[in-house]
């Protein structure tokens, strides 16, 4: 069986909310919280599947807390691993940069080997550009707490229906 990783930062209020929601969708018991503010890049390696959160920040920046931790790993392999994202964007204030992050993490993954899974329709939101966007998909879920909170749960249960036929 895969072990499955899903980490994010612990402080974040919407990512964190979406992270506990996505482990109750999968029933996975053997889904382990990791929390990237504290997450070594052994303890990090250990996995062969990561579902990595996280928001947008300003234009399309990563949070303080993924850009210390990258560095740690940007010489790591991640060849046979999948990785599957999900993200929290603001497409009213940010319409420019909407999801950039996922974008950024699922670049960084990629270039190092590993599989991005869980690519999710670009269907019901309205914004201008997205780092995210691969085609008509996204690199995987986005959910906007801001402007629509009522289609996260949704969007997060179809997003783990993706994830379970693809794992």
Excluded: C
Aim: proline residues 2%; hydrophobic residues 40%; glycine residues 6%.
């Amino acid at each position: 069986m895969s072990k499955i990783a899903i980490v994010y930062s612990f402080h974040t209020q919407n990512t964190k909310k979406a992270a506990e929601m996505v482990v109750k969708k999968m029933g996975k018991n053997h889904v382990e919280k990791l929390n990237v503010e504290d997450t070594s890049a052994e303890e990090f390696m250990q996995f062969d599947t990561y579902i990595l959160g996280s928001a947008t920040w300003f234009e399309g920046e990563l949070p303080n807390h993924w850009d210390e931790f990258l560095p740690s790993i940007e010489e790591r392999d991640f060849s046979g691993k999948n990785v599957a994202l999900f993200g929290l964007a603001d497409q009213v204030n940010y319409p420019d940069f909407f999801g950039d992050a996922i974008g950024r993490l699922a670049e960084f993954f990629q270039v190092r080997g590993a599989k991005i899974i869980g690519h999710y329709p670009n269907k019901d939101y309205s914004f201008t550009e997205s780092f995210a966007l691969r085609g008509d998909k996204f690199v995987g879920v986005i959910l906007d707490y801001e402007n629509q909170a009522d289609m996260a749960e949704k969007r997060i249960e179809e997003w783990v229906k993706i994830l379970d036929k693809e794992l």
